[in-house]
């Protein structure tokens, strides 16, 4: 598999690239944001697999650049930083990434999340919702055909993984759904460190719907979605 890791830093990007060499990638390496999105440019040369992005980066907002990213191509982001608060892990999924990994970090626990992203992305990993209709949740309107969530009728901007999140809980309200089989119909994927990710979507999903009360954490088991009453 083909990686473009992003690192201004020759050293680590460095030791890095030896052992993702070492475990069958293909390394690319971009200094800056703009030698990413260059990287990312022709059109003839094969894909790539993951984008490996440090936010740290000496031209451009690290966060800029993956929102940039993710207008040209759907390859998986998994963003690399030292700020680990929720508010900046939402940012950057709400930017378009597909995973976060806060430094210092295990490189076993990196090389599983890159093969977790790349695994959802080449399992075909559209959408968790089926069937169409719309399912009304107080002020909240979720459409299941056409991907859309409103409230009060105001469209509310949800990445893919927001929306198939919602309409998985939405599709059964009041029934609890554990931490693994969200994962597992959401994310496609069995791993257990995705259940930071899954903390950082419920939140942002309460932020933005603007009704924290609506997904209701079951502690020690998952969450469920709680109807506004009528």
Not at 36 to 51: E, I, K, M, S, T
Request: one cysteine or more.
């Amino acid at each position: 598999m083909r990686l473009l890791l992003v690192e201004d830093d020759d050293h680590v990007a460095a030791a890095l690239s030896a052992i993702l060499a070492r475990h069958g990638f293909q390394v690319v390496h971009a200094r800056s944001g703009e030698e990413a999105l260059q990287a990312l440019l022709p059109a003839d040369a094969p894909p790539f697999g993951v984008v490996l992005l440090d936010l740290g980066l000496p031209d451009q907002d690290g966060y800029e650049v993956c929102g940039k990213i993710r207008k040209r191509t759907s390859t998986p982001v998994i963003m690399v930083t030292a700020r680990g608060d929720v508010r900046s892990r939402i940012h950057g999924l709400n930017m378009g990434a597909d995973d976060y990994v806060v430094k210092p970090y295990d490189t076993g626990e990196l090389l599983a999340r890159i093969h977790a992203v790349s695994r959802r992305t080449t399992t075909g990993e559209e959408p968790a919702p089926t069937g169409g209709g719309t399912v009304l949740l107080g002020p909240v309107a979720v459409e299941l055909a056409t991907r859309r969530v409103t409230v009060d009728g105001t469209d509310v901007a949800l990445t893919r993984k927001e929306f198939d999140l919602l309409a998985l809980l939405a599709q059964r309200p009041g029934v609890v759904f554990r931490r693994e089989q969200i994962i597992s119909e959401v994310w496609r994927t069995s791993w257990e460190g995705t259940g930071r990710t899954l903390e950082v979507h419920v939140a942002s999903l309460r932020s933005k719907l603007r009704m924290p009360a609506l997904i209701e954490t079951v502690r020690g088991v998952g969450y469920r979605l709680v109807a506004p009453a009528a």
